[in-house]
């Protein structure tokens, strides 16, 4: 290019203007949500790959905002937590096997159940500092479909083979197999630092906070009512898209009560005395997928499209739960939202008051409750009810790991965009290594 030819890079409202100056954030507009309808495992999702279902959540947002364009979405940004090694590049892969056009850059991310939100934040950042336009972010896991673990053994026996230099020393390496190497290692929900599995620790923290099983119920009851309620109003016809003959969450209870409920025989916690965890008051392991697309003020405005709400303010924490639990502690594993939120709350100057609506992920009903109880001790003010996850949370729709944070997202934006007026609301998730991630977001 001649120096006489202006340059082709464009400059935003809010992007740095000149190398000296440094770039200054831009809001960040969420416009839509997709996700399929969430699956138990080993149920109809059951051969269904996070590819095939990331694939399926991705092509539901490309149909609904004519994404198909060349060059309109400006990066991919997913993950999930169980992992093939055939997913490797699965965000990328994502894209290619999508009606995305084929050269939108993509990656992956990962932090456990925090994984669809940290990718919102991701790809938030950018948009944020003017590196891209628009961008598309969430995740996908299956729990029918988990990796199994070759036996260590083995393992090593066949890279022996693999490095032998005749045929005779590949037998001799062979000769060594035996029965027991072969049976494979299933995947578990244990935290390798404790081997204690979520529902355990979950356990030890809800004795440390006296949470009650009736209270535990009623939460749970709460959020398959809400659901249903939700469904039966059309309020996800334009964020879930049909996938495998289900056109809604199979975990969905909408005739949930305390009292059916209460007939439950606890899972958890079993070796501690009077345990109150369930599997209605727990999450059940579940197939799916769900994706959010952000976007530019000015990005959404060429396009004629009004944003849902606007990503404001994120925080992400973490707690010594090997201590903690293991000390019968309040730290437990699932807390590190107790600590993020409150911080994040003290940087903007709002407190719990100041949001018209709280997502709270709901890995145990028991969990939630911990975390409400943390943020009043902490001194913050108490969550009305009302407000807390008002069209259901993860007790009802389930709890595909990585895709979680992006259907709480999309969930609530929809929600603000809903409400006569400016509306604020608090997303909360806790995360397997016990993390947090956490974020606010604004209509205006």
């Known amino acids: ?175 060594r197999i035996r029965p027991s190497h072969l049976v494979p290692e299933i995947p578990r929900n244990a935290e390798p630092r404790t081997g204690l599995s979520m529902g355990e620790h979950a356990a030890v923290t809800a004795r440390a906070w006296g949470v009650g099983r009736e209270a535990q119920d009623e939460l749970a009851a709460a959020s398959h009512q809400r659901l249903a309620a939700a469904y039966e109003r059309g309020f996800f016809g334009d964020l879930v898209v049909p996938f495998r003959d289900l056109t809604r969450d199979q975990n969905l209870r909408p005739d949930s009560t305390v009292e059916k409920l209460a007939r439950l025989k606890p899972v958890f916690g079993t070796d501690g005395p009077e345990p109150t965890m369930t599997a209605g008051n727990s999450t059940p392991l579940t197939d799916g997928s769900a994706v959010v697309l952000l976007a530019s003020e000015e990005w959404a405005e060429a396009r004629g499209l009004e944003p849902l709400a606007y990503l404001t303010a994120y925080e992400t924490a973490a707690v010594d739960f090997v201590r903690g639990d293991a000390a019968g502690g309040e730290d437990g594993l699932l807390m590190a939202p107790a600590y993020a939120v409150p911080r994040m709350l003290e940087r903007t100057g709002l407190g719990i008051e100041d949001f018209d609506l709280v997502e709270v992920h709901e890995a145990f009903a028991s969990q939630v409750l911990a975390t409400l109880a943390a943020w009043e001790k902490q001194g913050l003010a108490p969550v009305d009810r009302e407000r807390l996850n008002v069209t259901g949370s993860s007790l009802a729709t389930g709890h595909p790991f990585a895709a979680t944070g992006a259907r709480i997202a999309a969930t609530l934006a929809k929600l603000l965009a809903e409400r006569d007026g400016p509306a604020r609301g608090l997303i909360s998730i806790c995360a397997a290594g016990g993390q947090g991630v956490t974020a606010v977001l604004e209509r205006t």
């Open 1 to 175: 290019m001649s120096t006489s030819e202006p340059s082709k890079v464009t400059y935003l409202r809010g992007a740095r203007k000149s190398p000296l100056e440094p770039p200054r954030a831009r809001r960040v507009a969420i416009v839509g949500g997709s996700r399929i309808p969430f699956a138990r495992s080993d149920g109809p999702y059951a051969t269904a790959s996070n590819q095939d279902m990331l694939t399926a959540a991705v092509n539901g947002l490309v149909n609904r905002y004519a994404l198909d364009v060349p060059g309109v979405v400006g990066e991919f940004v997913a993950g999930a937590v169980l992992k093939h090694s055939r997913d490797f590049n699965l965000a990328r892969e994502t894209v290619l096997g999508s009606r995305l056009d084929p050269r939108t850059p993509a990656y992956d991310v990962q932090q456990a159940c925090g994984t669809g939100l940290q990718a919102v934040i991701a790809a938030a950042n950018k948009i944020a500092l003017g590196q891209t336009e628009s961008a598309i972010a969430g995740g996908a896991d299956t729990a029918s479909d988990a990796p199994l673990g070759v036996d260590d053994r083995l393992r090593r026996i066949l890279l022996e083979v693999r490095r032998a230099k005749s045929t005779g020393d590949r037998l001799k390496a062979l000769a």
